[in-house]
Structure formats: structure tokens, C-alpha cells
């Protein structure tokens, strides 16, 4: 057998999961989720009046922006059956470096730098994982402390500085009645998209992530793709906490800790496999926009965060037990007379 033909053999079944079934699953999830949020929405109206409007519906896609982005990166991570725990730190990182450099001035050359630090930080846990063999829960949670650590000594325990015009003007500026970040965030969801569901990169993510040896047998370098993900997880979360900075007026040095647990529910919502090698983007930001729904919703109600905790973990449990392809096998069933 000729290694042309093992590659398009890979490949090829990396297409078939998401064109077959897999594309079907992805589908259905979408709709199912994306119609829960609407649901959530209208039926808000009965917790309070104020809720349910249009203002609150802009007020659900401002607030899940963050979640968005974190969750592509996330999601990409997952995609290849690995998993970042670093997130809350690299959230921290992009905050605090973002008012302690950029605040002053120099933001075309500053923010793109605090990035490119961030990216170096997805790409230790991506060395970690792929070169050293360390199980991804422990590199990048052992880059998670490494991160606190740095961030507090750094500070002194009192990030200062002030947020970047920019970031203040995308979270802050609205265009025809509408959060500019809006804008941003229906441009950011469709590259996600393409990225992911279109481009060899993407590919070889599906691939990798379905099954390793042959993606290596299929031509595929593992090591460096399975760090580019991390490299884009880590950059993700960097932005993530310029945009808290430019939201807040400010950095805190617990600023990211509570987007880890939505981040991987986001993802698992939307209908991706927690192994890897299964799941869309699309899915990843319905489930994004549910739960951010969801945290409005508790919000108004009046239930502490602990509580919106306990919700958040018993929606990943029913999301993985709901989500099993025997569930979508009896919805693709076609019913008998």
C-alpha cells in the first residue's frame, strides 16, 4: 500500500464523520441548543419583566462574546482530545499585561505583543503535552499555578494601570444602536468556523483527534499541530482578558477563574466529543450563548454564583448523557408506519 492511499484513507474517514453522521449530530445539537436559548430567553419574561427584550438579548451576545472566543480555543484543544486548565491564568496574564503595558499608549505594537507572549505560553503546553508526554490535565495545570504565580509576584498581589482605548472602545462603542463587540463577534464566529471546518488545519485537528496513529500514519505531524491548537487556545484567552480589561476598567488577579467550567461546558454543550475527533464551532456557540442565557437568567433571580456552579457542572453531566450517539441515531431513525 502506497502512502498516498493511507492518507486519503484518513482523511477521507475524518471527512466521512463529519459529513455522515457526525455533520448530521453536529446539526441537530446546533438547532437543539440554539433553540433552548431562544426558549430561555422568552420564557425569562415570567422571572422578570425587564427580562426577555431586545436589550436583553444584546445584553446575552455582549457578555457571551467572552465565552466565544475562549471556547474556540477551547474547543479546538478538545478537538484534538487534549484539555486547557491554563485558561483562567493566560485570562489573568492578557489582563494584567494589557493595563500595565498598553494603558499608556503604544497599543498597535503592545497588544499584538502581550499575544504573541500568550501564544508562547499555549506553546509550553503544547511542548509539554506533545515532546515530554505530560498528560494534559497536569501540563496545563501546572502551567495554570506557574501563570498565578507570576502574576501576583508581578503585581505584588495589585495589578495597576489602566484598560487600552481600544479594548475600551470595542466593548464600550455601539454602532446603529447595536455593541460594536456584536459586530466583532459574528466576524470572529465566522473564521472560527472556517477555520475549523474548512481548512487543512482543521482537518488534520478532526483527524488527530479521531485517531492519532493514523493521522502519523496518514502524513500528519501530531506534535506540531497538536500545539498549534494550544497556541490558539492560549492566544484566545489572552484576548479574552483584554476584552474583561476593556469591560471592567480594569484587571483583577482572579479575573479569569470563573471561565474554565463554562469554557468546557461551551464545548461539550455544543455537542463535541470530550475525547476529541467530533464537533463544530457553530454547536460550540450555541451552547456558548445558552449559558451565558442561563447566567442572566440566575442572575435575576437572585442564586449566588456557587449555585450557578452546581447548575453549570449538572448541564455537563446531562449534556454528555444526552449527547451519546445513540440519542441522535433515534432522532436520524426514520419512523415506521
Do not use: H
Request: hydrophobic share 55%.
Amino acid at each position: 500500500m502506497s502512502v498516498s492511499e493511507p492518507k486519503g484513507a484518513a482523511f477521507q474517514a475524518s471527512a466521512d464523520l463529519r459529513r455522515g453522521g457526525g455533520m448530521s449530530r453536529e446539526t441537530t445539537n446546533a438547532i437543539i441548543v440554539f433553540g433552548l436559548s431562544i426558549l430561555l430567553i422568552l420564557g425569562s419574561r415570567f422571572v422578570s419583566p425587564a427580562l426577555g427584550s431586545w436589550s436583553q438579548v444584546l445584553t446575552v451576545l455582549m457578555l457571551a462574546s467572552f465565552l466565544i472566543v475562549l471556547s474556540f480555543g477551547q474547543g479546538l484543544v478538545i478537538l484534538v482530545g487534549g484539555l486547557d486548565l491554563s485558561i483562567p491564568a493566560v485570562i489573568t496574564l492578557g489582563g494584567v499585561l494589557a493595563t500595565g503595558w498598553a494603558g499608556g499608549g503604544g497599543e498597535w505594537y503592545v497588544l499584538p505583543a502581550i499575544l504573541a507572549i500568550c501564544g508562547l505560553v499555549g506553546a509550553f503546553n503544547g511542548f509539554g503535552v506533545t515532546v515530554l508526554k505530560i498528560p494534559p490535565f497536569i501540563m496545563t495545570m501546572a502551567t495554570s499555578i506557574i501563570l498565578a504565580s507570576a502574576a501576583l509576584g508581578y503585581t505584588s498581589g495589585t495589578p495597576r494601570g489602566a484598560s487600552p482605548a481600544a479594548m475600551t472602545a470595542l466593548m464600550k462603542t455601539t454602532w446603529i444602536g447595536i455593541p460594536v463587540v456584536v459586530y466583532f463577534v459574528v466576524l470572529f464566529v465566522l473564521a472560527g468556523w472556517l477555520l475549523q471546518s474548512r481548512t487543512v488545519f482543521g482537518r488534520k485537528l478532526y483527524a488527530i483527534g479521531a485517531n492519532d496513529q493514523a493521522a502519523r500514519v496518514a502524513g500528519v505531524a501530531i506534535g506540531p499541530v497538536t500545539t498549534q491548537a494550544y497556541v490558539v487556545s492560549a492566544i484566545c484567552a489572552g484576548f479574552v482578558g483584554m476584552m474583561l480589561v476593556g469591560y471592567a476598567n480594569g484587571a483583577t488577579l482572579r479575573m479569569g477563574d470563573n471561565y474554565l467550567l463554562p469554557s468546557i461546558a461551551a464545548v461539550v454543550i455544543g455537542g463535541s466529543s470530550i475525547l476529541g475527533g467530533r464537533g463544530s464551532f457553530i454547536g460550540t456557540v450555541g451552547g456558548a450563548v445558552l449559558l451565558t442565557t442561563l447566567g442572566t437568567v440566575i442572575a435575576a433571580i437572585g442564586l449566588e454564583q456557587g449555585w450557578r456552579t452546581v447548575i453549570e457542572g449538572g448541564i455537563i453531566v446531562a449534556a454528555l448523557f444526552f449527547m451519546r450517539e445513540e440519542f441522535f441515531a433515534r432522532l436520524r431513525r426514520p419512523k415506521r408506519n
